[in-house]
């Protein structure tokens, strides 16, 4: 062709380079010779790539097409990108239907679970509808939700209406009273969804005992069991000495409906998933919850590898946690509730434990439940250094232990160190909570300042970073989102080990002394040949002394 | 994350219970525009939000063209004014770290360190400097240590030119499910630390538009990062167990990434014992 131009008059090279008088005519191929420099080039291009077996032409093609098509702006700066692109939807074809199936179903398992939770509220018909209009036990979680948000706390509306279709689950597959949604506690591999819930009376007891006999039945098994390795080492004569360590008493926990175990609690790891319910906790694992620092993982079966250790996995600890948070945070306006007059009189242990709704509440206003802490109480019994809310003696259970080993004098010292440990009585209003360092205990904020006629007082705990109250006139509620961990400004330490116990008590018979060092030995040995060698010299003049005799009596 | 997904963004992130009241998201949605106007950023993140006892700051940053030059960092006590926060030195950031303790709430409180007394006070007498740390600095600090140590991407979101200015990568249209699993999707979005330690066969893999920041693999201690699937799979979300509150959270195979922190703005220090 011709090359450059068509050159304007005022351009150098006007009027130059006419066709067949260019200085390149010589250098240029004829019509014929141009296509075939054409084809070659195509031919080229059309070569496929050894590896890939893709061609230049058509993957040029390719790519502009997609250009022309989505018309992307300034695409001379992504054509690398568009080009990479390209190439991979090439091999993405051979591959789709597998890779999609794979990838996708784990997120439609859980949509169907989440599915099944709408689906059971319409099965199960009109006629339990009708029933429980009157009274439910399920809380509107809805309602709840709406004032924290207020205050900027709270799941996704979605979440939120999830959890409210699983309690509804709850509610009509377990005879519960009352039942209220306590929070989530977050963990590494799964987050727990806590439900907290009260049996009707009577109901509780049957469970409990299909449990009851569950454990007993094992039990049997292994007594049987030590029965028969009892029995063989009597066989034995040699039996190594008996230990005399009397490991402290157990305290025992306490019953259900009362103390810690008032409530019930089921966890699921997500809506949708079965409700689990929570073992009740035992004060030995309130204590040693009290020491030790651990995330949850999510699995309630995982074991708490910890020190002290965690006698329990980590169902336990998320219920021992529970006991910990409820009883340090639950609160209520003041005179939201009072106490049962039916018991004027307070027990020995100190402290009523029985409250109820009362009917002449008067709700105070925001401002006044925002600026003193007073007006707010605690309504769930406070948990003793023991790890219970009602003290309990540890040895007047086991007097009938003690019987056997008559050990009066050991009784008596006992009973004296332990005192009575007294906590806070139930409905202390919150002004007694003592605040960590210079930090209160709580810090109360109306939900907004710029309309503070609808405002609701919104309390956040210091001590249990994430536990949150909220009050608007007859409304309140708690609720708990974190990692289920108390607050403490100084750096976690875990308790040390224990001194190394004695092995024997250390008397006039055994004691324990030094070993001899080898001079010593060795000077004693010296000392030893010595009076030998002086003993034998004796002997030796005693010998001959005999043999004297002997002679002489033989004369 | 960014301004303009805040209202997407806030809803997949309250898996952790903690987000922005109404009045506040509102509030934000303008008064974060306007930011944008007043100081001519390219970019405005809501970074989120560090409790105090007696009150909260909201942080936002604005960032320039190159995304990863120091960001300019604000802070606001009701999300309406906004107050531009002087860019973090080495010195606050020491100081800062040997604070304990909530925020209180008030941008100028002190805190009486009798701790720095003893070494350092000889030569901070002959600089003439105070003794006393403001709330601001420690803020500055903490909000620097917290983008330094726990800020992330995913991986390929954003190109380093050759110039070396970093912008948003236009061709990411995501991670996949399987690559959102795993910790080596993500990167700091900082300086990059432990890149010149990788072997060579690892560094010949990379690509060196898209990894040129350090991934979160190898953070110590292992385990310091959560990963789950929420809202029926749909979302992964990250959480940082060391700063407690920095929540990061993408959706698979769009767009849509961020992360935002609420919390109180202290250092988890007791990790190791509780993983």
Redesign the interface.
């Known amino acids: 062709e011709r090359g450059h131009g068509p050159y304007q008059p005022h351009e150098p090279g006007y009027g130059l380079y006419q066709p067949g008088y260019s200085p390149y005519d010589d250098q240029m191929p004829d019509l014929n010779s141009q296509k075939l420099a054409i084809e070659n080039a195509k031919a080229y291009l059309l070569e496929s790539s050894t590896v890939s077996g893709l061609n230049l032409y058509d993957h040029l093609a390719n790519m502009l097409t997609k250009i022309l098509d989505e018309r ?1 702006t300034n695409a001379v700066d ?1 054509i690398e ?2 080009s990479k ?1 390209v190439k991979w939807a090439q091999f993405q074809k051979k591959m789709d239907t597998l890779r999609d199936e794979h ?2 179903l ?2 439609f ?3 169907e ?2 599915k099944a939770l709408f689906l059971r509220a319409n099965g199960e018909g009109a006629e339990e509808l009708e029933e429980d209009i009157g009274e439910t036990p399920l809380p509107n979680v809805m309602e709840t939700a709406f004032y924290f ?8 509306k ?2 939120s209406y999830h959890i409210f279709l699983a309690l509804k689950n709850l509610v009509t597959v377990h005879p519960i009273q009352t039942c209220r949604f306590w ?2 506690i ?6 727990y969804i806590i439900a907290e819930v009260q049996y009707r009376d009577g109901e509780e007891e049957e469970e409990e005992e299909a449990e009851e006999e569950e454990v007993t039945e094992e039990g049997e098994k292994g007594m049987g069991e030590l029965e028969e390795e009892d029995e063989d080492e009597e066989k034995e004569k040699d039996e190594p000495p008996k230990s005399t360590y009397k490991p402290p008493p157990v305290i025992p926990k306490e019953g259900n409906g009362t103390g810690a175990n008032k409530y019930v609690y089921f966890v699921c790891n997500e809506p949708g998933k079965p409700w689990v319910k929570l073992p009740p906790v035992t004060p030995a694992q309130i204590v040693c919850a009290r020491k030790i ?3 949850f993982t999510g699995r309630l079966d995982a074991p708490v590898v910890s020190f002290p250790p965690f006698p329990g996995n980590e169902a336990n600890y998320l219920r021992a946690q529970i006991a910990r948070i409820s009883a340090g945070t639950q609160i209520s306006p003041i005179g939201f509730y009072q106490f049962a007059e039916e018991e004027g009189d307070e027990d020995e242990d100190g402290g009523r434990e029985i409250y109820e709704e009362n009917p002449d509440f008067q709700p105070l206003s925001v401002a006044e439940m925002v600026d003193s802490l007073s007006s707010w109480v605690h309504h769930v019994q406070s948990i003793l250094m023991q790890g219970r809310c009602v003290w309990l003696n540890p040895i007047q259970k086991s007097e009938e232990e003690e019987d056997e080993d008559d050990e009066d004098e050991e009784k008596e010292e006992e009973s004296e160190e332990l005192q009575q440990e007294v906590g806070p009585p139930l409905l202390t209003p919150l002004s007694e909570d003592e605040g960590i ?4 205990a709580w ?1 109360a904020q109306p ?4 309309i503070p006629h609808h405002a609701a007082a919104i309390l ?1 705990s ?1 001590r249990w ?2 536990a949150y109250a909220f009050a608007s006139g007859r409304n309140f509620d708690n609720i708990y ?3 289920g ?1 108390k607050y403490s ?4 330490s ?1 308790a040390l080990p224990p001194p190394v116990q004695a092995e024997y008590p250390s008397g006039p018979e055994i004691t324990e002394t030094t070993d001899p060092t080898v001079e010593e030995e060795q000077a004693f040995k010296a000392a030893q040949e010595k009076a030998l060698a002086g003993g034998e010299e004796e002997e030796e003049e005693e010998e001959e002394a005999a043999e004297d005799d002997e002679e002489e009596d033989d004369d | 994350m960014e301004a303009a997904s805040l209202p997407a963004g806030l809803e997949l992130v309250a898996g952790g219970g903690v987000g922005l009241s109404p009045e506040k998201r509102a509030v934000l949605g303008s008064s974060l525009l306007l930011l944008q106007r007043d100081y001519r950023f390219e970019r405005v993140w809501f970074w989120g939000c560090i409790q105090g006892v007696r009150g909260a700051y909201y942080i936002a940053e604005g960032l320039g063209p190159d995304r990863a030059a120091p960001r300019s960092r604000l802070y606001s006590l009701n999300c309406v004014e906004w107050n531009l926060l002087p860019p973090a030195t080495k010195e606050m950031v020491a100081q800062a770290e040997q604070l304990k303790g909530r925020f209180q709430g008030d941008p100028s409180f002190e805190y009486a360190n009798p701790e720095i007394n003893a070494e350092d006070a000889e030569g901070l007498i002959e600089d003439g400097k105070e003794l006393l740390i403001k709330e601001e600095a420690r803020l500055v600090a903490t909000i620097e240590q917290i983008d330094r140590a726990v800020g992330i991407i995913p991986r390929g979101a954003f190109v380093k030119t050759p110039l070396g200015s970093v912008h948003e990568n236009r061709n990411f249209e995501g991670l996949s499910l399987t690559e959102a699993k795993k910790l080596s999707s993500y990167f700091h979005f900082t300086e990059p630390v432990n890149l010149k330690n990788k072997t060579l066969l690892e560094k010949a893999d990379l690509d060196p538009s898209t990894d040129f920041l350090d991934s979160l693999e190898h953070d110590v201690p292992q385990g310091s990062w959560t990963v789950q699937l929420e809202k029926g799979g749909t979302v992964v979300v990250l959480r940082s167990l060391l700063w407690l509150g920095l929540t990061f959270y993408h959706v698979p195979m769009t767009k849509q990434y961020g992360y935002v922190y609420f919390g109180t703005g202290e250092k988890n220090l007791d990790l190791p014992f509780m993983l």
């Open positions: 992307p992504i990108n568009i692109d990838e996708i784990p997120a398992e859980a949509a679970k989440r948000e207020q205050a900027g706390i709270g799941l996704s979605d979440e929070g989530k977050l963990g590494l591999e799964m987050n620092k651990k995330f360092q210079n930090i209160p810090t939900s907004t300042n710029l956040q210091n970073p994430g989102f974190g990692w961990h400004p100084e750096n976690h875990p």
